[in-house]
């Protein structure tokens, strides 16, 4: 079993950053993956980012790419969401997931491959 705990969601101006942090108790394993999903108000839940606890195969969407960087340290079971030049449309809960599988490609971006979840943080952009 595998326990997340995001932290580092909060209120921001348009083109600020913000550092999302998520700690893992519990067995990981270094193949699989560990990513972050969003939700904002009314809409399902998107893909973020992910990455593998051995810190390879790394995946973004598109709305993200250039702008946020996922990172993995292995030996404190931790991923971070580092967030820049935000905008409004980055507006909503953010939370973190991880994998028991092994995935790659499309599979990565699949909310249904993630066995364990976080609670979720809110980040709020304002225009």
């Known amino acids: 079993q595998v326990q997340l705990v995001e932290s580092g969601g909060g209120l921001v101006q348009a083109g600020g950053s913000l550092r999302l942090s998520c700690a893992a108790s519990?067995?990981?394993?270094?193949?699989?993956?560990v990513g972050w999903f969003r939700q904002a108000p009314g809409k399902a839940r998107e893909f973020v980012a992910a990455i593998r606890w051995s810190g390879g195969s790394i995946y973004y969407t598109d709305s993200v790419k250039g702008r946020f960087t996922i990172s993995s340290d292995n030996a404190k079971n931790t991923v971070c969401l580092q967030m820049n030049s935000l905008k409004p449309e980055d507006t909503a809960v953010y939370y973190c997931?991880?994998?028991?599988?092994?995935?790659?490609?499309?599979?990565?971006?699949?909310?249904?491959?993630?066995?364990?979840w976080g609670q979720g943080t809110q980040v709020t952009v304002s225009s």
């Open positions: 997931a991880a994998s028991n599988k092994v995935l790659a490609g499309d599979a990565v971006r699949q909310e249904f491959n993630y066995n364990y």
């Open positions: 519990g067995r990981t394993f270094s193949m699989t993956p």
